[in-house]
């Protein structure tokens, strides 16, 4: 083949996938809901399982389901068999997928969940399939011809099937409400953690913080001793008032060392609560040209509780 025809393949594979996406999205209706429905009350975990290219597909499904806030992890069909079953309990929902919906090797699964009364969901391509009429809630795949040119190799079926799971999980996802910080509490590792990390996760807790009576030449020693470039200033209640940076030592150079830090500070210096992400905070800074934030909890009467560095935040990923 030359370039022209390997291109045109690769094409038509897409093109075709692509257009049983659109079926699949056209024909979902109230089992789909239904589904969402079983794995939500579920008072246990999903259970995916699929055999072969279905069981590739399951096993994602079951790891994009765990990761969005429903509990769920992947059972092999051939492995049931042989004691897995013992890892399905009446509380659990099993999500079982094959595109004929009659693999041999579906059976035990199958039959172990109608005995003990777990609530199955069956996805298949056949109505009439033997997984689909034993099911509780049944998804019927719709006829799509497969991208392998014999008709043969899962193709477009597995690809409608993990495109089916990411809607389930997602549907769950926002019907449960989870929340960007609830979401980073499953993904604490790697660059989606590090961008979903908490100002409270970050912020330093030595303060560069003196009163509003303060003579400049105790300010310059605690600004030097702790090495944050910024001293916060606190009113006689403790709260944070005002903000000494660079800027201001040179705007007041001048006798700088008869004044006060109340004289020399900025007042009502921008701050963040530590319960914000690290990206908002970064995003805040790069808006308003500063480099540092104090953390000021809401809840705190104004005082802070933490300063945070966008070089940390930089450092971390969080961005």
Do not use: W
């Not at 492995?79 to 079982?96: I, P, Y």
């Not at 769950?172 to 960007?180: A, C, F, Q, Y």
């Amino acid at each position: 083949m030359n370039h022209k025809d390997i291109l045109a393949a690769g094409k038509r594979v897409i093109s075709d996938e692509a257009r049983a996406l659109v079926l699949l999205s056209d024909t979902l209706g109230d089992s789909f809901c239904e589904a969402v429905e079983l794995m939500q009350a579920s008072k246990g975990r999903v259970i995916v399982s699929g055999m072969g290219k279905s069981g590739h597909v399951a096993r994602k499904i079951a790891a994009t389901l765990a990761s969005t806030g429903t509990p769920a992890f992947f059972v092999h069909p051939a492995e049931a068999s042989h004691g897995d079953l013992g890892m399905l309990t009446r509380d659990d929902v099993a999500l079982v997928l094959s595109n004929s919906g009659e693999t041999p090797e579906l059976a035990d699964i199958i039959a172990y969940t109608r005995r003990f009364g777990i609530p199955m969901i069956g996805v298949a391509g056949r109505a009439d399939s033997t997984l689909l009429q034993q099911s509780d809630v049944a998804i019927v795949l719709p006829t799509a011809k497969e991208a392998c040119p014999m008709g043969l190799a899962p193709t477009t079926s597995t690809t409608m099937t993990l495109a089916l799971g990411d809607a389930l999980a997602v549907a769950l996802m926002e019907n449960l409400s989870i929340t960007p910080e609830r979401f980073r509490d499953f993904h604490p590792g790697g660059k989606l953690g590090a961008r979903l990390m908490k100002v409270r996760d970050l912020m330093h807790t030595d303060l560069p913080l003196v009163a509003g009576d303060t003579g400049m030449g105790d300010v310059l020693l605690t600004m030097t001793q702790k090495g944050f470039g910024v001293v916060g200033i606190t009113d006689a209640d403790g709260a944070l008032s005002g903000i000494i940076t660079d800027g201001d030592l040179r705007r007041n150079m001048d006798g700088l060392l008869d004044l006060s830090a109340r004289q020399v500070m900025t007042a009502g210096p921008k701050t963040i609560p530590p319960d914000a992400l690290a990206a908002e905070a970064v995003a805040h800074m790069d808006e308003m040209k500063i480099t540092c934030l104090f953390v000021v909890d809401p809840d705190g009467d104004g005082r802070a509780c933490g300063l945070l560095k966008i070089h940390d935040c930089l450092r971390a990923g969080a961005v």
